[in-house]
């Protein structure tokens, strides 16, 4: 629903492992984002994306990789170089014309150390 | 960059009364400033918006203000019901990249 999908819903990961979250959309935005969400920490920007095959860093983005090869899906992948990766994961789309229709934001990926 | 402050951090009010929540921003560029609602294990949703060449918007029970010169906008909710209990985020956007900073969230509890 909404028009942004995430999953998995729940992600277990062990320690020294890849993960990779899903982040599709099929609203024809061209901007696409990750955020991480820990408790009391509000929202903060791993990477975003404004366009197909570009992608800058956000203010977290040590220990994370994106690509973004097709306009709907800007995958996330969480490497084993990210030392503290149990959060929220949140990912987002908007349209590139002006900041005129804020974030549409998927259901979220709860990713947990095991 | 941009530098979005929040307060209060949490927030409890009876339910009938009113609750604001002030923000405070750092860019003098950032033009666009949304307020998301987010329940508890769900996404964010958007529940109002003001641009700068606006000083309030009201929609039904919620309002938004901005003070461009002194850089901060306020998220006013009257007449609380038990439904509005949530965390609320502010946001700041100028149009460049579209990337919006936020600030660090209001867990808002109202008690029936």
């Known amino acids: 629903d909404g028009g942004i999908t995430q999953s998995p819903k729940y992600l277990f990961r062990k320690e020294g492992q890849n993960v990779t979250l899903s982040c599709e959309q099929n609203l024809n935005h061209d901007a696409m984002y990750w955020y991480r969400q820990d408790p009391g920490q509000g929202l903060r920007l791993i990477y975003y994306s404004q366009i197909v095959n570009d992608f800058q860093k956000g203010d977290i983005a040590e220990g994370y990789s994106v690509s973004r090869e097709k306009k709907e899906s800007f995958p996330l992948t969480v490497t084993s170089a990210q030392k503290n990766p149990t959060a929220f994961y949140l990912c987002?789309?908007?349209?590139?014309?002006?900041?005129?229709?804020?974030?549409?934001f998927g259901s979220g990926t709860r990713l947990t150390v095991v | 960059g941009e530098n979005v402050e929040q307060h209060p951090s949490t927030l409890s009010v009876q339910e009938g009364d009113s609750a604001v929540i002030k923000c405070t921003y750092s860019d003098s560029a950032s033009n666009y400033f949304p307020w998301y609602k987010q329940e508890l294990g769900k996404r964010p949703q958007l529940i109002i918006d003001i641009r700068s060449n606006v000083g309030e918007k009201k929609d039904q029970r919620i309002a938004v203000t901005l003070n461009k010169t002194a850089k901060h906008f306020s998220l006013h909710i009257t007449e609380t019901q038990p439904e509005d209990s949530a965390v609320y985020f502010c946001?700041?956007?100028?149009?460049?990249?579209?990337?919006?900073?936020f600030g660090t969230g209001t867990s808002l509890t109202v008690i029936p």
């Open positions: 987002a789309s908007s349209t590139r014309q002006g900041s005129s229709y804020g974030y549409t």
């Open positions: 946001a700041a956007s100028a149009n460049t990249g579209n990337q919006f900073y």
